[in-house]
């Protein structure tokens, strides 16, 4: 898929079908996280990949809107350092987005959707996961082959681009 076509495919996918990701394609995701960009190329992530069908069920219940975790083929768990300094949480959470994004787009470019999710309690989740206390998990990503295959939306519901859009000023 050209990536043009990935970035008007990819979509929240809740649904999947029960058919597990090839492992090739499965590291091919993960790599497009672990080269994403990151300040000062810190790269803070450490990355966690989930296939067995009971964690997949455990991680459905770190967050109230993970149910979406529960079908997918699998989940991949996005960690940071844990810091209580809020420059360097933001610094965090803003490189996390970013290979979130690189591995949501590089699944769709592969026809395998995905869905992103906070993780509400970090002790379960550390239960569940097994990371040590020096991280926490910050973004979950469910990954699976789309009960509604994908293609490019051609009329997303988005804001009217003359409302988003500013040039040279407001």
Not at 1 to 12: C, F, H, L
Not at 17 to 32: F, K, M, S, T, V
Request: glycine share 6%.
């Amino acid at each position: 898929m050209e990536t043009w076509d990935a970035i008007r495919s990819r979509r929240n996918t809740r649904e999947y079908q029960d058919r597990p990701i090839d492992g090739a394609d499965l590291d091919r995701i993960l790599e497009a996280g672990r080269r994403s960009p990151s300040s000062m190329n810190e790269q803070p992530w450490d990355l966690i990949v989930v296939t067995d069908r009971a964690t997949l069920d455990r991680m459905a219940d770190l967050w109230q809107w993970g149910a979406h975790i529960r079908g997918a083929a699998a989940a991949i768990a996005l960690l940071s350092p844990a810091s209580e300094d809020p420059d360097a949480r933001e610094t965090f959470a803003f490189d996390l987005g970013q290979a979130s994004m690189s591995m949501m787009l590089a699944a769709a470019d592969l026809g395998i959707g995905s869905c992103h999710s906070s993780v509400g309690e970090q002790a379960e989740a550390r239960d569940v996961l097994g990371f040590p206390g020096d991280r926490e998990a910050v973004i979950l990503l469910s990954l699976g082959y789309p009960v509604r295959p994908l293609s490019p939306v051609e009329h997303p519901k988005r804001r009217p681009v003359d409302e988003v859009i500013h040039r040279e000023r407001w």
